[in-house]
């Protein structure tokens, strides 16, 4: 098993939101991440559309699993979301990650969210901060 599988199963493991929203690893690597969840009814609006913060969280998964699978423990220091098309229950939404820069203290992430369409319907953007403490010794 990789590290940065070893470092997500642990992370997700003890994250009740992200089991709650029941998010799927699609794929994990060094800096990458790809993850999948099904909008269901409790997670709309008074709108009958998707909370906002249902892209949202899941970005910020995506955000957290990738920075965090190099084994060194990582937190978001900045997050932007922009939301381009509604999301009703029942669509499948997919993350995927891009690591755009990394240096010893600080990572830039975008995330790209799309549909079960492959439509964009969301893009996020997340700086973390990269602490010096190691997921396993």
Same mark, same amino acid.
Request: charged letters at 25%; proline letters at 0%.
């Given at each position: 098993?990789? @590290?940065?599988?070893? /470092?997500? *199963?642990? !992370?997700? #493991?003890?994250?009740?939101?992200?089991?709650?929203?029941?998010?799927?690893? %699609?794929?994990?690597?060094?800096?990458?991440?790809? @993850?999948?969840?099904? /909008?269901? *009814?409790? !997670?709309? #609006?008074?709108?009958?559309?998707?909370?906002?913060?249902?892209?949202?969280? %899941?970005?910020?998964?995506?955000?957290?699993?990738?920075?965090?699978?190099?084994?060194?423990?990582?937190?978001?220091?900045?997050?932007?979301?922009?939301?381009?098309?509604?999301?009703?229950?029942?669509?499948?939404?997919?993350?995927?990650?891009?690591?755009?820069?990394?240096?010893?203290?600080?990572?830039?992430?975008?995330?790209?969210?799309?549909?079960?369409?492959?439509?964009?319907?969301?893009?996020?953007?997340?700086?973390?901060?990269?602490?010096?403490?190691?997921?396993?010794?």
């Amino acid at each position: 098993m990789s @590290l940065g599988k070893k /470092v997500v *199963d642990k !992370m997700i #493991n003890e994250d009740a939101f992200s089991q709650w929203l029941g998010i799927k690893i %699609l794929e994990i690597s060094e800096g990458f991440c790809k @993850l999948q969840l099904q /909008v269901r *009814d409790e !997670m709309t #609006n008074g709108f009958s559309i998707a909370h906002g913060g249902i892209s949202y969280s %899941l970005a910020d998964s995506c955000l957290a699993f990738a920075s965090n699978s190099y084994g060194i423990q990582s937190f978001s220091l900045e997050t932007s979301i922009s939301h381009t098309k509604k999301v009703e229950s029942g669509d499948i939404l997919i993350a995927t990650s891009k690591e755009i820069n990394k240096t010893n203290r600080t990572a830039l992430y975008y995330i790209t969210i799309t549909n079960q369409n492959k439509e964009e319907i969301a893009h996020f953007k997340g700086t973390v901060y990269r602490t010096e403490k190691k997921w396993f010794s």
